[in-house]
């Protein structure tokens, strides 16, 4: 016993331990203060920028009880009632590593703040840094008490701040007092373009310049792509930060996402200025511009936006350009000979405007104990200060990296006869970069403005595409501008929170008769359940009266825990969430209640019932490719005559993949050049294949159409007649535009395949279709073995009838197969529709991120909770679902309170 008592008071001294950041502990004679930090460099790595960190960081370790001794021992022992009855002689600290859990898209301090387990030193970039100041959590750098910046000299801040990222680290808190808040570490960032020098030699062009516009950028895209070979010009992205690539071309042309009036501490919106119709102008040409390639092919666009296989692409030399950053201190490791950096283009009115960022720390601003925040204000200001500098230089040198550290610092720290070896025109890059760089947004709510701004690049590369953005320059601008306004509308909405009092006022109301509608269905549904569930009276018994503790106490006991999980991990939560519905919520500090205005803004908002809408594409594509199939496999292998082991192993294999290989081996397939598997197969199949296969899939269905007509199941009827007209309608869809030839004798366009390869991923027609085909690859086999096992069950007699009777292959399916698996059908339809809803996030996530019309209801939950921290109006959009949802829960408990399993007879529904 007392074994066990002391494993659990070690347990919960872990846990405790594991449950908070920082700490300080007595050990033996020595004072330990653990800090946990954001990251720290991986010693076991063996490059010489990550030993440069980590000599850099171990050097701070082994002057820290020098400093501490310095700064701290006499406050510290003098105030033991805030300090702690510690003993200040031996003090040292030990660094630790967050380690939290990692979702793509989701800084993970984020996550940490969330759960109470945040770092003591955050990571904070430009975008974010005002939701981190205005939610509270990060510290004042400059308190005069604290004495951490104010004890900083010029020269020092010179060095470590560059004057173009003052107005980010300095800016007003939540009470309205100016601070600063990070600090800057690795110098500034620069935005150049990089190119490869083998692929402009093999095209015969010059190497970009300073001097380079626009237009020299388009020519020299056009030069180098060549889809055949899987080669493009340019690199960019899609997803919900796709503008991101856009911001380049907005300042560019002249103009801004934000704008700041200090003296009204007022931020307005901007990028639907001219300049910014000019650069979506020109970014929409990039990626859409319609060209002939050598083979006579029609081509459209010079760039590649797969973001996950971009940098795999540029390393195999299939990438042309790419825009990247280059570092103040450490230019790039990249190979000069092979690579060449260049300045942004100019813009059409002779400016140029890259991205100007940094990385920054920043302390958080629940660290309980001050010796914790003292010991991370130490590590944040040794990081990046001059004396680490010389250390990280040093061994860059002594690693064979002299040549592209900044000739700034080399010959700051006595390394001057190195500069000449520093590739020619990189030191000028940099300086040009930076002089014309522009801080990264980093106004009021900027962490949502790349996804604001997103959409209309989107929206215009869809018309494009379509054919059906005018080719005119006037209405071309027109349209273009009236997609910027609507998207700067909707960043007033969002980000300044700029809504007129009338539209507020309707929205409420709107909310209200929508909470109205909630109580009335949840009480209608809970009612209907209870009936459901309710076993009726037996004839003849009388029911036992009320709960009859005492009669089934051991029925109860055995309930107990599964009733107590169910409570804590269920209906908890869900209450909490019901309060978070109605504030805006936050998740340091207290939450304002806002009362239905979460519910209003919803009801009103275009991009969720879009989202909605996508989702119900998600989940019909999802019950039409991944529901009958396997059906129809398990039928097919029940009837073939041989091989059926191996062609159950062939279609199970795909099962054995984990869910990461399967997207990546896909995506590759879905490559939109001819590299691409889908696309070359689909290249070779000519028209006339296409009009084959149609037709037949017609036929098919008016086969199984023709047999339920018969019997007077017109509904049914109707559904495999029209899933035919669907198949064969889509197979004439992709034949036709070889049929629309003109100047071929028909003959010959029957022959002809298509000759533009399709963007599986990036096109909004195709885009959702793609993300469910590899799920219906992947489980086609293991639902298939399902049905086998339950098609073993029907009894061999009823087949013998059905023979005797005259039954055709299709009278069998449909009047001996699937009467006997209705069941099983039942559960399995209830169980693949709930999970193609609350599934559907994963998948979009990993195969386009939203883009190209597909974020689905759960994936723009999840973006409005932890992008961008709006979780009062991500807690109503998850009631809404769960009300539109409930329904058919509802019809599910109906039909399986209706099935009745039995032991001899199989299973069947109850009348």
Partial sequence: MRRLVGLLLCGARLWTLNATAGYVEQAGDRTVIHLTLFDLPDPSRTDAATRADAAAVREFVRQFPATFAEKYREKYAADPARYGSFSWDKVEVRLERFSGIQVEGVESDLLAIAGGLAPDVLYVNFRKSETYIQQGFLYPLDRPDDGYLTALSDDELALRVHEKIWPVIRRRGPGGAPHVWALPYGGALGRVLLYRKDLFDEAGLAYPTKNWTWEDLVRAARALTQPELGRY??????????????????????????????????????????????????????????????????????????????FRKWERGEIGMIFAYVDEKLFSTINPDLTGMAPVPLGPTGLRGGELNSRMMGLFSDIRHPAVRDAAWEYIRFYDSREALAIKTRVLVEGGLGQFVNPRYLEMFGYGELVRLSPPGWAETFDIAIQTGRPEPYGRHSNIAYDLMTAPLQQAEQMALHGELPTEQGPRLERLSGLLKKAADRARSEMLDEVPPARRALQRMTAAGLLLLIGVVFARVFRRIIRTFTPPGTTGMARPAGWAFRRYAGAYFMLLPALAAILVWRYVPLGRGTIMAFQDYRLLGASTWVGLDNFGRILWSVEWWLSLWNALRYSALVMALTFLPPVILAILLQEVPRGKVLFRLIYYLPAVMTGLVVVLLWKSFYEPGERGVLNALLMRIPALGFLLVGPALLLAGFTFARRLWFHERTGIAFL????????????????????????????????????????????????????????????????????????????????????????????????????????????????????????????????????????????????????????????????????????????????????????????????
Wanted: with cysteine; proline share 5%.
């Fill in 233 to 310: 010009g340019l690199a960019m992205g899609r997803g919900k930060h796709e503008s991101w690539y856009w911001i380049t071309f907005l300042w560019s042309a002249g103009g801004e996402v934000m704008t700041y009036d200090e003296d009204r501490d007022q931020w307005r919106i901007v990028f639907d200025s001219p300049a910014g119709v000019t650069a979506l102008d020109f970014y929409t040409r990039l990626g859409t511009e319609s060209w002939t390639d050598a083979l006579g092919r029609r081509r459209q666009g010079y760039v590649y936006k797969d973001p996950r296989d971009s």
């Fill in 720 to 911: 495999f007649l029209a899933g035919g007209g669907i198949l064969c309608f889509l197979c004439v869809r992709l034949a036709w535009p070889m049929l629309c030839e003109t100047g071929a004798p028909v003959w010959k366009r029957l022959l002809l395949a298509p000759s533009e390869p399709r963007r599986w991923l990036g096109d909004t027609r195709t885009a959702m279709p793609a993300c469910v085909i590899p799920m219906l690859w992947a489980g086609l086999g293991p639902g298939s073995l399902i049905y086998l096992a339950a098609l073993k069950s029907i009894p061999d007699e009823l087949y013998e009838a059905a023979d005797m009777d005259g039954a055709t292959f299709t009278d069998k399916v449909l009047f001996v197969v699937f009467p006997m698996l209705k069941p099983l059908l039942i559960i399995n339809f209830v169980g693949v529709f709930i999970g193609s809803w609350y599934g559907s996030a994963d998948t979009i996530l990993a195969m386009t991120g939203g883009a190209a019309g597909t974020e689905v209801a759960g994936l723009h939950i999840f973006y409005k909770a932890f992008i961008f921290l709006q979780f009062g109006p991500a807690t109503a959009m998850a009631w809404m679902l769960g009300l539109l949802l409930i329904g058919f829960t509802v019809y599910q408990l109906r039909i399986l309170s209706r099935i009745e399993f039995r032991a001899a007879g199989g299973t069947e529904v109850a009348k």
